[in-house]
């Protein structure tokens, strides 16, 4: 079984466009998170969600804009794609906040 | 805010050498510190944390880390490389708020490992 999941695993579109990533964890855990990987490998946190709640939301354009249905799932919706917005973005959850972080595979995003 | 340096982007190292990868962190309180290593093309996989206790922590593949306050430093050890650990190894830090809630974790920027036959 699949820890964290993310659909889809690769996504290529065209500045302009909007697109979702989505993830999923069937671990139990309260808190999730979206990070982006940069061309450089360089690992920023964009945010973190607990129990459905908005906890952390780092300097992250306001295209950007996370979802949580219910606390197994947190989707990130991306509006307006600018060609900057290319990196891998990982999903991650954990029990809490301060405990080890499970990753999702990752999607990478090309945008054109 | 905390922050983590690994002054090393590239190591390269033969196979079955000893290996050390060097990590320094940022915080003001006591830091929940973590190895994450990422294959090609791979997600991130825990290698082992330090929470608190003893200094010295054992993780998985064959890895341990030392936590060294007075240094600010949580290096990364293992005592023979085989040619299946090359990959991106990340150090981190999770940070404890004073509402009791953490900040996320911070990335140090990698340190890339080649292994020589």
């Known amino acids: 079984d699949t820890a964290v999941s993310q659909t889809p695993k690769y996504l290529v579109t065209q500045m302009g466009n909007d697109k979702s990533i989505k993830c999923e964890q069937n671990?139990?855990?309260?808190?999730m998170y979206w990070y982006k990987q940069d061309s450089k490998k360089f690992l920023k946190i964009m945010f973190s969600?607990?129990?459905?709640?908005?906890?952390i939301n780092e300097t992250v354009p306001n295209r950007f804009s996370p979802k949580s249905p219910d606390k197994a799932h947190l989707n990130l919706h991306i509006n307006s794609l600018e060609l900057g917005d290319s990196a891998v973005y990982f999903c991650?959850?954990?029990?809490?906040?301060?405990?080890?972080?499970?990753f999702g595979p990752g999607t990478r995003l090309t945008v054109l | 805010a905390q922050s983590v340096t690994q002054p090393d982007i590239h190591i390269t190292v033969s196979e079955g050498a000893s290996l050390e990868l060097r990590c320094n962190y940022s915080?003001?309180?006591?830091?929940?510190l973590f190895w994450y290593v990422q294959s090609p093309g791979q997600g991130l996989q825990l290698l082992l944390k330090?929470?608190?206790?003893?200094?010295l922590v054992q993780g998985i593949k064959g890895f341990e880390a030392e936590f060294k306050r007075s240094q600010s430093s949580f290096n990364l050890r293992k005592p023979s490389v085989h040619w299946s650990d090359a990959a991106e190894y990340f150090c981190?830090?999770?940070?404890?708020?004073?509402?009791?809630?953490?900040?996320?974790?911070?990335f140090g920027k990698g340190t890339h490992l080649i292994i020589q036959p």
């Open positions: 991650a959850s954990s029990r809490q906040g301060a405990d080890e972080q499970f």
């Open positions: 671990l139990g855990h309260d808190t």
């Open positions: 969600y607990n129990n459905k709640e908005l906890i």
């Open positions: 915080y003001g309180a006591t830091p929940y």
């Open positions: 330090y929470f608190s206790g003893d200094t």
């Open positions: 981190a830090v999770v940070g404890v708020n004073s509402g009791g809630g953490a900040d996320g974790l911070t």
